[in-house]
């Protein structure tokens, strides 16, 4: 495999990076649906404020942001509530 690669879509360049930084952190949802097999699976959620720090939200559950990715989550809460949750198969288990 390369060192880097390009993704494009319909000529516009989405994302140059290594493949891990392609996979790890796609900078767009197509990256992050081009990319992987299977692809990623993509939720509406709710981004909001609770006891703990930040949730994202949806009819039947909520899930905490863990703390690298609250800070960047916060930025977010001020002006958007609606966003779009990317989760990976493999990522998900069972507890």
């Known amino acids: 495999m ?7 879509n319909q000529g516009e360049l989405q994302q140059l990076g290594t493949p891990q930084e392609i996979f790890e952190k796609p900078a767009t949802a197509f990256v992050a649906d081009f990319v992987g097999e299977p692809p990623m ?3 509406k959620v709710e981004l909001t404020a609770s006891s703990t720090g930040v949730e994202l939200r949806r009819e039947g559950f909520a899930i905490s942001v863990s703390e690298p990715v609250r800070v960047q989550a916060l930025k977010k809460l ?18």
């Open 2 to 8: 390369a060192d880097r690669i390009a993704v494009m």
């Open 41 to 43: 699976n993509f939720l």
């Open 78 to 95: 001020d002006h958007q509530r609606g966003v779009t949750l990317g989760i990976r198969p493999m990522h998900v288990g069972c507890t």
